[in-house]
């Protein structure tokens, strides 16, 4: 288990990455809610104490934070008191390094204080479920630092397990279990194709995840995800695009939620189907 335990009671979990960028420019990307959308999830952010903090995760999953402490561009804390339903509230600090080099230390940190281990499994999760953002992260700063970018998150309930809910997903791009390097290429009526490069998949504790690199309708990456999200199925596409291209291709994002919910429609539809 990778959850730090302080003799205080303070339960925390840490990953970082190193990008590329001065601490002003990751911190536009880290703080600031069109530089964070760019990576994450569609974010504002009112960047001052007592400002809040709002990330969209799809799906109606909305977090609200309050932001705590703000010392640009090297550090910030968000307090939620909304994560943990009938927990105690979370602290998110930020922190960006300057390295040698051109490049930054981004670290955060997720704490809590209680007497018990009952919420561990959620700041495990979290934990997981950074290293995969962060590369999209890093991607953005090596190659799209500064351009113009939309960003869009789908999600849906399904009423299978993670495996069957990713081998539907597979199924969708009509070429067998996809492998780093492969090239593939996701097509729906009425709607602009998508096309890249599979450059990473992963298995964590909590499902299975995607990264493709596109070049088709735009530059970018998109996420596709089966995983565990608080006791819940479900299936995930999150689509960032960059430069001249981005808005055109992010404006079909209705077309693109409506393509993932006919992948797994609710049970009734389904037996009317068989």
């Not at 950074?130 to 992260?137: A, D, S, T």
Request: aromatic share 10%; proline share 7%; charged share 15%.
């Amino acid at each position: 288990m990778s959850v730090k335990q302080d003799p205080n009671g303070r339960r925390s979990v840490q990953v970082e990455v190193e990008v590329p960028g001065t601490p002003e420019q990751v911190w536009q990307a880290i703080a600031s809610g069109p530089g964070i959308s760019a990576w994450f999830v569609p974010t504002q952010l009112d960047g001052k104490v007592g400002g809040k903090l709002s990330l969209d995760f799809g799906g109606g999953m909305v977090s609200s934070a309050e932001i705590a402490e703000w010392q640009p561009p090297h550090r910030f804390v968000a307090t939620d008191s909304s994560w943990l339903q009938g927990g105690p509230s979370v602290a998110t600090e930020w922190t960006v390094e300057a390295k040698s080099g051109g490049t930054c230390t981004v670290r955060v940190v997720h704490s809590l204080f209680a007497s018990t281990d009952d919420w561990d499994n959620q700041l495990e999760s979290t934990e997981h479920g950074w290293p995969g953002y962060f590369r999209v992260l890093k991607f953005y700063l090596e190659h799209h630092a500064g351009e113009v970018s939309s960003s869009f998150v789908g999600m849906v309930p399904s009423q299978q397990p993670s495996e069957a809910t990713w081998q539907r997903i597979v199924r969708a791009f009509g070429s067998g279990e996809p492998k780093v390097g492969q090239r593939l290429r996701l097509a729906a009526p009425g709607l602009a194709a998508i096309g890249g490069v599979v450059r990473a998949i992963d298995h964590v504790p909590q499902g299975i995840g995607l990264m493709l690199h596109v070049d088709a309708p735009a530059p970018g990456i998109v996420l596709l995800y089966a995983m565990d999200c608080m006791g819940m199925q479900m299936a995930s596409m999150q689509v960032f695009y960059y430069g001249p291209r981005a808005r055109t291709a992010a404006a079909e994002q209705d077309g693109w939620k409506q393509w993932l919910a006919g992948l797994f429609p609710p049970p009734a539809e389904q037996q009317q189907q068989a």
